[in-house]
Structures are given as C-alpha cells and as structure tokens.
C-alpha cells in the first residue's frame, strides 16, 4: 500500500513510505526511485483511477526561494493494494527498512 510520494524540485530522487507484503508478512518501507520511475508509478496509478487526475492530489509546499516540495498521500486516491513491481523493479530501488 502507498502511504506517501514525496520529492522536492531541487533533488533526483522520489521517496515512496508504503507498506510491502510478501505471502502473509507485511513490513514498513521506503523506496528511493527516479523521477522516470515516477512517471511509470503515476501512469499505472492512472490508469488504475481513470477519472481521477493523479496529479491533482500532490500538494505543494514552498521550502525556500530555490525549492519546493511535492507531496501525495497514498490515502488520498485509496489505494489498497499496489502491484509495484508491475512498474518498479525493486531490486534497483533503493530500500530504506523503517
């Protein structure tokens, strides 16, 4: 389940909070992806809410003059379960265990 999509205007890198289940184990975690990853992950999340512009649910918040931070929760556009490696090939995410 996607928890959070979070990145700021100024870095290379996408955080993903979301909760892995593996048979009948479920874990916290944290994935660090690309910005092309992104754009698959939010495509496969629109096409999974077709009257939904998934775009629309990420707010913006200024940091400072150079920079800005994006955020969606995960809660915000239901989504229950998530296939990622429909879309992100885990093994060349980086991982960050909570």
Known sequence: MIEKIEFQSNV???T???TI???E???QNE???NFSQ???LVGKIQQLTQ???VYSYFRETKINDSATLYTMEGTSIELDTFEFEE???INQAKKISA
């Open 12 to 14: 290379n890198e996408v």
């Open 16 to 18: 993903i909070k979301c």
């Open 21 to 23: 289940k593996v048979n």
């Open 25 to 27: 184990l479920s874990y």
């Open 31 to 33: 994935l660090v992806i």
């Open 38 to 40: 992104l754009n698959k």
């Open 51 to 53: 009257f939904i512009d």
């Open 87 to 89: 879309v992100i090939e």
